[in-house]
């Protein structure tokens, strides 16, 4: 932005022109109108110049392309390109700002002056006209200047001499009248290439003066050379005083040093690493064989349970047939003790109530102790992993309910043993 500020108030020192466009072709082609209205005149015997209708029609066709081809002299381009001065600072600008280059610390446009000039100025005006229009008005006015003669031409087909001097008068004046078509075609040469040059004049000034103004703005070859060299020299003593640091004796040791250290520093890393992957490998296989000691006991105490389990049913299938068998013994003692007193009566009643109520502690205890086994089952699942030690107290507490429920049965089986004794001695 400042940049463009600053082309800005460069710009705002040139003064602008306050031309206009139909004044500037008026100008120009004001002198040769005039002229051609001098032969009219002449023609239309206004004035004592004799003038032939035909090197009028010629004069009239070279003032027509004159009209034509002033719009492509170099005056009116200039006032043309005058009247887009603003829009060629604008452009300017723009240009200027979209091929910024920084070369080390300065800031301008990589691009030229004249490539922009001539792009924004080739449309100014036909260069093709200008180029042919010097040449193309002599030309004409001698191509002109025979037709003239051509068509003023007499026969001389004259038998006396009086008509031959007539015919002599009238190619002389055919001839002089046809040389004015020359004559103005010259002119119009000469008053052409005289705007032409001073339009070239006043529009390579103008250019001259924005070309002087926005210098500053614009890199130029020496200029590119020479900041690309005081660069590279630059980085090159910044280079060298980087390499001067490096080679410093202090430098190097101080570098040798702290690598020293951070060398030392990793080994411990890497030692510290192998230990810690030792001990979690160590105890990785400690994991693995206590789950597999687990699994095994835990093997174990499932058979355990399943032995326990059938000598429960089998201990539930023998009481079940002592029960039975008494009830057939019971039977058989009331049928065969109808007479007996009352003391007996009771005697039985109490027996029967008795297996009734042992019965019936027996499946409580049955139930109780499935159920306990369960919970003491569930229990071992979720804390196996925690303790091997309370796995163990509680198989060992199962061992010693399973010796405890053997004696309980034992004792059943000796106490039923006995009633029978007393039965069969009765």
Known sequence: MESKNEISDEFNLLKESKRSLFGVY?????????????????????????????????????????????????????????????????????????????????????????????????????????????????????????????????????????????????????????????????????????????????????????????????????????????????????????????????????????????????EEMLELQKNSLKITSSNLNETISLFNNVGEISKNINQDFEKIINSFSKLVDDTNEIYVNLSKQLEKLLSFNDKKDGNLQNLANGLIDSLDKFKASLENFNKEFLNEQNETQNIFKQSVVKSVDEIKKVVDSLKKEKTANTDIVEELKISLDNIERKDSKK
């Not at 004049?201 to 614009?218: D, H, L, P």
């Open 26 to 266: 008026i100008k120009i082609v004001f002198i040769p109108v005039l002229v051609f209205l001098i032969f009219l005149s002449g023609y239309l015997n206004y004035i004592s110049l004799k003038v032939e209708s035909h090197s009028i029609i010629m004069l009239g066709f070279l003032l027509f392309i004159a009209l034509i081809f002033a719009r492509h002299n170099a005056e009116y381009g200039c006032c043309l390109f005058e009247s887009r001065s603003a829009i060629f600072k604008d452009e300017l600008k723009k240009y200027i700002m979209s091929h910024l280059t920084i070369i080390g610390n300065r800031k301008k446009s990589n691009s030229s002056f004249e490539l922009f000039s001539d792009n924004f100025t080739n449309n100014l005006r036909n260069e093709n006209y200008a180029s042919v229009a010097a040449g193309v008005f002599p030309m004409l006015g001698i191509l002109g200047t025979f037709i003239s003669i051509a068509i003023s031409m007499p026969h001389f087909s004259s038998t006396n001499i009086n008509s031959l001097e007539a015919e002599i008068a009238q190619l002389l004046g055919g001839v002089g009248t046809a040389f004015y078509v020359s004559i103005y075609g010259i002119f119009l040469a000469l008053w052409w290439i005289y705007f032409e040059k001073k339009g070239l004049s006043r529009f390579e000034s103008i250019i001259y003066r924005y070309k002087n103004v926005t210098k500053n703005f614009f890199w130029e070859k020496d200029e590119i050379s020479q900041s690309l060299m005081s660069e590279i020299l630059n980085q090159n003593e910044k280079v060298a005083n980087s390499f001067e640091t490096v080679f410093n004796t202090e430098f190097t040791k101080n570098l040798r040093t702290a690598m020293k250290e951070n060398f030392h520093t990793f």
